[in-house]
C-alpha cells in the first residue's frame, strides 16, 4: 500500500506557473507507475500526465501537452508536476494517483489503485 499527499496548488493569474507535488510514503515508491488527474466542477475526473516506474517514459492529455512536465524522484518518493502558461482552463482539484508498475502506463483512473486527496489550482483570467 501507498500514501499519496499532494502539495502546491493555489490561485495563480492566467499565463503564470505552478509546480504541484507529490509525496509518497509505504511501499517503494519505484513500484508504482505515477499519474496526475484533474476534476472540475461538474465535470468528470480527466487524465493530465503519467510517467513510469523509471521515468523514462512520459504520457500527456493533448490539452497540457508541451505546458506541464511531469518528472519523478524515486530517491525522495516524488512526482511534481510543472504547469507553465495557466490557462483559465486548467482550474481543478489536481489528484495525484498510483498504480503497480508492472500494469503498465495508463489513462484511464479506474486503474489505478491508490489516490491523493487532491490539491486546488485556480487560474484567474
Known amino acids: 500500500q501507498v500514501q499519496l499527499v499532494e502539495s502546491g496548488g493555489g490561485l495563480v493569474q492566467a499565463g503564470g506557473s505552478l509546480r504541484l507535488s507529490c509525496a509518497a510514503s509505504g511501499r517503494t515508491f519505484s513500484s508504482y507507475t505515477m499519474a496526475w488527474f484533474r476534476q472540475a466542477p461538474g465535470k468528470e475526473r480527466e487524465f493530465v500526465a503519467v510517467i513510469n516506474w523509471s521515468g523514462d517514459n512520459t504520457d500527456y492529455a493533448d490539452s497540457v501537452k508541451g505546458r506541464f512536465t511531469i518528472a519523478r524522484d524515486n530517491a525522495k518518493n516524488t512526482v511534481d508536476l510543472q504547469m507553465n502558461s495557466l490557462k483559465p482552463e486548467d482550474t481543478a482539484v489536481y489528484y495525484c494517483?498510483?498504480?503497480?508498475?508492472?500494469?503498465?502506463?495508463?489513462?484511464?483512473?479506474?486503474?489505478?489503485?491508490?489516490w491523493g486527496q487532491g490539491t486546488q489550482v485556480t487560474v484567474s483570467s
Open positions: 494517483a498510483a498504480r503497480f508498475r508492472a500494469l503498465g502506463m495508463t489513462r484511464q483512473a479506474a486503474l489505478y489503485n491508490y
